[in-house]
């Protein structure tokens, strides 16, 4: 999507809903996710940018049901952009059950979920400007247990081994301005958000530390890094609010996860991130892209449907890459182990 004229845009905000900054700053939440059988082995299955209704989606979604009954599965993640092109306005959407319920229901596992930018959509698909799509995926898991989001922002934990910190990018990396003014990067909301992250990390005793943003810290694909998304002609844009977010988990979290880029993308601990992993798994309902960054990648492939598979123990994460092919078939593509 391209921005609005100027003009225009001014005139369409002037009318746009305001909140005040009280409800903008809410306190992070806490998700109670049903505890592993085994409190020293998780087993998690990632998925991304899934929420297209396509062949495509369902085809990731019967792989990874398959990966889950041979090797396991305690829990899911999901990396935003749950819906395409824009997410639902109401609990009551069918949305929630063509594009969740019916096709991650068999899994029989909980699904920890994030926002992206077209979950929070007001003008056009993916225009990220309007929080209240968010909100609104926050009180269907109140629905759905199936469904764990009990806020914008909020901590997993899964006892002594495992703790997940998922973040709401999208108002700090919309492609216009967002209608709650305490939203936009820089903001209060943003800067709660930043500290919330930074304290709960420092925190944590967990093994085992992992950040859920939908908006990549680092990518070779299409949107690029944080600070430089889409060659973005304005700050607010470019996502550098992204960027600052994910340096306070920078050498605290072991692995950031996110989706976004409609790929699969491993990158080892870069200079601007010390100490911690980053890894793109947004292509299980989009099999579009290509690589247009230049940064050393561990692993990456673009133009092909996947998802993401985690192993945790106490002294190994293990992430395994499947890529899904046309007929629906899936591949082990890469196999990384970290150890402490």
Not at 303 to 326: I, M
């Amino acid at each position: 999507m391209r921005p609005l004229a100027p003009l225009l845009l001014t005139l369409v905000l002037s009318c746009a809903p305001r909140a005040s900054q009280a409800e903008m700053v809410p306190a992070g939440a806490v998700a109670r996710v049903p505890a592993p059988r085994d409190p020293g082995h998780v087993r998690v299955v990632v998925m991304g940018d899934q929420g297209t209704g396509t062949a495509g989606q369902r085809q990731v979604a019967a792989a990874m049901a398959r990966i889950c009954y041979t090797h396991g599965c305690d829990l899911g993640l999901g990396l935003g952009d749950n819906f395409y092109p824009a997410g639902p306005k109401d609990v009551q959407s069918p949305l929630f059950r063509e594009r969740f319920a019916d096709v991650y229901g068999p899994l029989r596992i909980p699904f920890a979920m994030v926002p992206g930018n077209h979950d929070e959509s007001w003008l056009s698909g993916g225009d990220g400007a309007d929080a209240r799509g968010a909100e609104v995926q926050v009180a269907y898991a109140g629905i759905n247990p199936q469904w764990v989001m009990p806020g914008r922002f909020y901590r997993a934990p899964l006892g002594p081994l495992l703790d997940l910190f998922a973040v709401d990018t999208t108002p700090l990396a919309t492609f216009v301005p967002g209608l709650r003014p305490e939203e936009r990067p820089g903001g209060p909301w943003a800067r709660g958000q930043q500290t919330w992250l930074s304290e709960t990390l420092k925190a944590s005793r967990a093994r085992w530390k992992l950040v859920l943003g939908h908006h990549p810290l680092f990518s070779n694909g299409n949107h690029g890094d944080a600070g430089s998304y889409d060659r973005g002609r304005v700050e607010y844009q470019r996502g550098g609010a992204v960027k600052n977010l994910y340096a306070v988990a920078c050498g605290k979290a072991d692995l950031l996860l996110s989706g976004h880029d409609h790929a699969l993308e491993l990158f080892a601990p870069q200079p601007e991130c010390p100490g911690t992993w980053t890894a793109v798994s947004g292509a299980a309902g989009k099999a579009e892209g290509r690589q247009r960054g230049t940064r050393r990648a561990a692993f990456e492939v673009y133009g092909s449907l996947g998802f993401l598979w985690l192993d945790v123990t106490p002294n190994t994460l293990t992430l395994r890459f499947y890529t899904v092919a046309a007929d629906g078939t899936e591949t082990l593509a890469h196999t990384q182990t970290l150890r402490k």
